[in-house]
């Protein structure tokens, strides 16, 4: 199988000169692809090699590689981000995951850690469920809820939960655009994606997480709020906690400074340390 292909993979860095560290693999969210990188894209290749890939039923990847069996826990999605990396021969690379793919992050580097070598959780969520003693977000009714009108009716969901996902009202082009990626995902796919999503549980898997790590937060997100963060941090020994200045769920785009800025002093105590 083409995994290039199969990933839509696409390679960024220098042009001349050495590379600096290893290779920065970017994955997107839930309803998303490459493209919610660009805005942070333009500092980050300077000086490092780039990986960006979408999941397969996002963006330009090979729809036909799809199946519901596999995608339908977040270790067929873990097994992309591996094939990709094996395709690409990368060694220790730093594995930037937006929400979701935080915790996709985690089983690709505890199945791969010759290939992963740190992780960069943008936005994280273990589990987007209540439960006791821990603050996810949402109540059980809440996701059946979200779950239910997602399935009867994607493309109104998408309108009217993509702005509420991302935040910063004052700023409507940001939800618009949220909203035109959610709606150029095909709705089968979504629906399984979105099961998967909200429905995991990576409480546990946390626990395994031995290599450095950076929890970016925002200061204000519905899908992922502040306890969440702390709890994230709180189970991995080795992170780091940064709490952005930030509204919405996707700061790459809401706060692409700020976002790119805190990734960039991850990856320079990763070049002195010798990571």
Request: glycine share 8%; with cysteine; aromatic share 6%.
């Amino acid at each position: 199988m083409d995994i290039r292909r199969r990933n839509n993979v696409t390679l960024l860095g220098p042009v001349e000169g050495p590379a600096r560290g290893p290779a920065v693999v970017l994955a997107h969210g839930f309803g998303c692809d490459q493209n919610m990188w660009r805005l942070i894209l333009p500092e980050l290749v300077r000086h490092h090699r780039v990986v960006l890939f979408d999941y397969v039923g996002s963006g330009g990847s090979d729809l036909s590689a799809w199946d519901e069996r596999r995608y339908s826990a977040l270790d067929g999605y873990a097994r992309d981000v591996v094939e990709v990396c094996e395709e690409l021969d990368l060694d220790r690379a730093v594995f930037v995951g937006h929400s979701v793919s935080a915790m996709v992050g985690v089983l690709a580097a505890r199945s791969a850690p010759e290939r992963i070598g740190s992780l960069v959780m943008v936005a994280p969520s273990p589990r987007y469920l209540d439960d006791d003693g821990y603050h996810g977000g949402f109540s059980e009714e809440d996701i059946e809820e979200l779950l239910a009108s997602l399935e009867s009716n994607y493309l109104g969901w998408s309108a009217a939960m993509a702005p509420v996902i991302m935040g910063n009202p004052e700023r409507p082009e940001l939800g618009q655009e949220l909203t035109n990626s959610f709606c150029a995902t095909d709705p089968d796919i979504a629906r399984v994606f979105a099961r998967t999503t909200f429905l995991s549980d990576s409480r546990e898997d946390l626990k395994s997480v031995t290599v450095p790590t950076l929890v970016l937060e925002c200061a204000q997100d519905v899908i992922a709020p502040r306890q969440v963060g702390a709890f994230v941090h709180a189970a991995i020994p080795s992170s780091r906690l940064v709490t952005l200045d930030a509204t919405g769920h996707c700061p790459q785009l809401s706060a692409p400074e700020a976002t790119v800025e805190a990734i960039l002093a991850f990856l320079a105590v990763l070049d002195e340390d010798g990571r």
